[in-house]
């Protein structure tokens, strides 16, 4: 049901779509979507905020599993990349309808977000030591409206598509002289 709210939202936008528009998408009455949700604004923070939860385990995991700094800067990248290219209308959904939610589920999606965040820059700064917490955090956010783009931007296969993104990734955050020093 979320997946199937999240394509139309992200075609549509989250006042685009009707409740029964959801329904049809996944074979029920619009109303019986009631038995799962209490509204729409309840499937829309459900959505944002599991998905943040997501980002957060997984990224923190391919930190904590990884031998060095070097391989967790290069999971977290690849971590990212995957959720970019797998999730798209969840991007869209997250960067156009992230002001809809109730202020409740929006002020969790932010704390959740801004954890993924310390993961990123925590990581960075393992990386490259001499470089100050707030560029590494400057940088952790560039990187992700780099990998992020890619609902707008995905022209070449999927495989591709990951590697250039990588790529990208990894040389803007570790390519001597690009960040700053403390």
């Known amino acids: 049901m979320l997946t199937a709210a999240a394509e139309l939202f992200a075609r549509h936008g989250f006042h685009g779509v009707g409740i029964d528009d959801i329904g049809a998408a996944v074979g029920i009455s619009g109303p019986a979507l009631y038995r799962h949700f209490r509204s729409k604004d309840a499937m829309l923070g459900e959505m944002l905020v599991a998905i943040s939860e997501h980002l957060l385990t997984g990224g923190q995991a391919k930190v904590d599993n990884a031998p060095d700094p070097q391989v967790a800067l290069r999971e977290l990248i690849r971590w990212h990349v995957d959720f970019a290219l797998d999730a798209p209308a969840l991007i869209t959904v997250h960067m156009r309808d992230l002001a809809n939610l109730t202020d409740p589920d929006r002020r969790r999606v932010r704390a959740l977000q801004r954890r993924y965040v310390e993961v990123w820059v925590d990581t960075i700064r393992k990386t490259m030591p001499q470089v100050a917490e707030p560029a590494a ?16 931007s995905a022209h070449l296969d999927r495989e591709q598509m990951a590697q250039l993104l990588s790529r990208m990734a990894l040389a803007a955050l570790t390519t001597p002289g690009v960040l700053p020093d403390e």
Do not use: C, D, K
Not at 141 to 152: A, D, E
């Open 137 to 152: 955090r400057a940088a952790a956010h560039g990187v992700f409206g780099l990998i992020n783009s890619t609902p707008h």
